[in-house]
Each structure stands twice: as structure tokens, then as C-alpha cells.
């Protein structure tokens, strides 16, 4: 066969392309591979590995040379808040329950205004897009026409996301609690638009604002909800200090926090499950979180802004807990990951030496595993060039944060990852793919 046909007749059987670069992505949270001149194989979207070369098999498949660039795994953001991103880095010298009152709620309500949601929407997605988030499980606000346009947004990108549409029936402004059961009711009819939509990119999920905020009877609705549809479910849970207390005075026969979500099936019992925070979870909650395959989503950079406290990341994380990272918008300032990950290891540091000296700061590929891997499992095999897994990817030139290290070969592709985490933003990323997708 010559071998013009053979490679005809490998791009029919792969619809794959090959990456050349310097690659870094983990294997475990201990684990960073890196390679400083690598070739990254996709195949009908998923990866099929990292080689010194070219298999044979995958010998017909586009190269794209690229060069001095670097090749990272997509970033997951396991919690945002879209509505919440035109008041980003406002309100930070106040606590959780005064900021809600004082920004969040008003801002929320104002998206019944489908005009003003379309703006300010389109001003988030612009960001999620263009930066280093391939993946995000995202808090719409209780309107849910509002909510689908969010959703018809991020389906143009090619983003993977999990959108909820926000239920809260107690405990907030006349102009923003729901009613119970319209609640519920608005709640079917947003999925059953959802269905109907098509969506590929972008799917529901249910999003119970906090305990505070819904009564057990919307818990209860929502968990049937989540057992008839299997959807997953994600809120917020032990974050501050009051806000806990406030729980205990609402909820008196809970044990802890998180009981007030697993009596009605919405802490994993019914499908995958993702709670922000998680800072000061009781032994007890800990281990009905393990018990449930709970996915943590780490807001480092909001627990600090809010003065919430530093949760236990490294603890969670040794005991073999799901953990990821989120940028937590608008109390996180921005939604850059690179920026979540130098802050959970920033934080750890400070919790290190001022708080409990027995359980050593995150190291970076700890904190790189969580920003991929470890929030990717979210969605599936998703977060590493590992063969099987999707291939979401960032290429990154960071040519312009080069020194004289790099003139003289003594840095590498692990350290020029560790590089773009504290010093790189938008403008550094070069290319970005989802799910084996090229956005740009």
C-alpha cells in the first residue's frame, strides 16, 4: 500500500491529531508527570497517552508542532457563581451572612430582567471562556428563563459545565424567596425545557442554595427530584461559623450540617454530590462525607476574602476524600484557576504554621491535582492525558515569563508549570481544547 493511502486510511479509522510540546498533567496527587518534549495523542476525543515518539499506529495523524509551549490539562472549577461576577472583589472586609444581604441577594434578583441578564451573563462566559477553566459546575440564580439562557451561553463555548437553576424558599428578601411549591414546580418545568433543548455541552443540576436559605419541605421536593431525574446535586456546606450555628438553631434534630441534607437524599445518596467549603466540618461530618463519595469543592481564595477560615484541604486529601478546587466567584475574586491553585497553597501554608503544625501545606502537585484530576472526576474520567481520558487541554506559551533559568536549561517543564500558576493569566494561553474540541 503506498503510503499516501495508509495515511488516508489511518485519518478514517482515527479522527485524532498528536500535540508536540512539553507536558505536564498527574497520575495522583502525588504523582506530576512532566516531559519536556513529549508528543500528547488524541483519539476521537480522548487521550491516548504521552510518548517520547510516534507510535506507529498513530504514525498518519496531524502533528501539531508547537514548539516551546507548554501542554497542561483543562482547569475544573468545581463552584462559581455566574450571577455573582459583576460584584467580583466587593464586600470582602464583611462576612458570609452580611455579604449575601448587602450584595448578593439584590444582585441575584435583578436577573429577572432577562435583558440585563443577557449582558451581564455574556460578560462571565466571556471570562470562563478565554481563561484556563475547560470545566465548571456553575450557580445560576432562581429565574429560570434566566438560568437557560446562561445555559444556551456556555453551550455555544464548548465548555462542559453543570448549571442550577437556585432554589431558596426562607431566609432571604421579600423580592428574591420563593414560594415552596412554585419552587418545585419551576424546578420541573426547567428541566423538562432542559430536555428539550439538546443540550451536548451543558447539563442541569440541582442546586439547593444552603440549608439556611430552603426549608425541609423544598429539601425533601428536591430530593425526589434528584432520585426520579439522577441528577446531581450541588450547595454549600459548613463555611462559617455562623452560618453553622444558624443551622443548628434551624435544623435542632440534625446531628451536623450535612445531616440536613442526607435526610432528603441530596449529600450523594441519590448520585454525585459537590459541596463548597467545607471548612469547618465535624469529625462526624467527615465521615458521612467520605461515606457518600462527596466531592469538596476547595474555595480557598473566598474563605480568606470572607474571613470564613482555611479549610483542611491536605487532611481531605490524604484521606483519600474527593477534592477539587473552585474559583467561588464573587467572593473568590477571580475566576482563574491558576489563581485557586497558588491559593490552596498559599492557605495551607498559613493553617500550617498558625493552626495545626501535624499536617504538612499542600505542595504545588497536590494542588495541581486538585485544579485537573481531582475535580475532573466530577464529570468522568477527566483531567489527565492519562490513556482514556478526555482530552481537555491548555497550551500555554509562556515564553514571556522566561528568565535566564531557561536560557541556561536549568528549569523544566514540572517547574515552568509551577511558574504559570503564580505568574501567568489570560493572555498566556495559546489554545485550548475540550473533549478533543479545539475553541481556539
Not at 313 to 333: P, Q
Request: charged letters at 25%.
Amino acid at each position: 500500500m503506498a503510503d499516501h493511502d495508509r495515511m488516508n486510511d489511518l485519518e478514517a479509522e482515527h479522527e485524532g491529531f498528536i500535540l508536540h510540546g512539553a507536558v505536564v498533567y498527574s497520575r495522583d496527587a502525588k504523582t506530576l508527570e512532566a516531559a519536556d518534549d513529549a508528543y500528547l495523542i488524541c483519539v476521537d476525543g480522548l487521550s491516548k497517552g504521552v510518548f517520547s515518539g510516534i507510535p506507529e499506529e498513530y504514525a498518519g495523524l496531524p502533528v501539531h508542532d508547537l514548539w516551546d509551549k507548554l501542554i497542561l490539562p483543562g482547569f475544573v472549577d468545581l463552584h462559581v457563581h455566574a450571577p455573582q461576577y459583576q460584584f467580583r472583589s466587593l464586600g470582602t472586609d464583611m462576612e458570609l451572612l452580611e455579604w449575601l444581604d448587602t450584595y448578593v441577594f439584590r444582585e441575584e434578583a435583578s436577573y429577572s430582567d432577562l435583558e440585563y441578564a443577557e449582558r451581564a451573563y455574556d460578560l462571565f462566559v466571556e471570562d470562563l471562556y478565554t481563561g484556563p477553566t475547560t470545566r465548571a459546575c456553575v450557580f445560576a440564580t432562581t429565574d429560570p428563563d434566566a438560568t437557560l439562557g446562561l445555559m444556551d451561553m456556555l453551550e455555544e463555548t464548548g465548555l462542559k459545565t453543570f448549571v442550577g437553576k437556585v432554589n431558596m424558599d426562607r431566609n432571604a428578601p421579600d423580592y428574591y424567596v420563593e414560594d415552596t411549591e412554585d419552587s418545585l414546580a419551576e424546578t420541573y418545568a426547567f428541566l423538562d425545557a432542559v430536555c428539550e433543548s439538546g443540550y451536548e455541552n451543558t447539563q442541569p443540576i440541582l442546586t439547593p442554595r444552603f440549608t439556611p436559605a430552603c426549608t425541609r419541605k423544598l429539601m425533601d421536593g428536591l430530593g425526589r427530584i434528584a432520585a426520579e431525574r439522577h441528577l446531581p446535586v450541588q450547595s454549600h456546606l459548613s463555611e462559617n461559623r455562623r452560618e453553622i450555628e444558624w443551622v443548628s438553631e434551624l435544623e435542632k434534630d440534625a446531628a451536623f450540617y450535612g445531616e440536613t441534607y442526607d435526610r432528603s437524599g441530596l449529600f450523594g445518596s441519590n448520585g454525585k454530590c459537590v459541596m463548597a467549603h467545607c471548612v469547618w466540618s465535624t469529625e462526624d461530618e467527615i465521615a458521612l462525607l467520605k461515606k457518600r463519595g462527596v466531592f469538596i469543592a476547595h474555595c480557598p481564595d473566598s474563605n480568606l476574602n470572607l474571613s470564613s477560615g482555611i479549610a483542611p484541604a491536605k487532611r481531605y486529601l490524604e484521606e483519600g476524600m474527593r477534592i477539587g478546587l473552585g474559583s467561588d466567584v464573587a467572593a473568590g475574586s477571580t475566576t482563574s484557576m491558576f489563581a485557586a491553585v497558588r491559593s490552596a497553597i498559599q492557605s495551607s501554608k498559613a493553617r500550617w504554621r498558625m493552626f495545626d503544625e501535624s499536617v504538612k501545606p499542600l505542595t504545588f502537585p497536590e494542588a495541581f491535582y486538585m485544579a485537573t484530576k481531582g475535580g475532573g472526576a466530577f464529570f468522568g474520567q477527566v483531567g489527565s492525558f492519562e490513556e482514556g481520558y478526555e482530552f481537555d487541554a491548555l497550551i500555554i506559551d509562556d515564553e514571556p515569563l522566561s528568565s535566564m533559568l531557561d536560557a541556561s536549561g536549568r528549569i523544566h517543564a514540572a517547574e515552568r508549570a509551577e511558574r504559570v500558576m503564580y505568574l501567568a493569566d489570560d493572555r498566556h494561553i495559546a489554545g485550548k481544547y475540550v473533549a478533543g474540541r479545539q475553541l481556539f
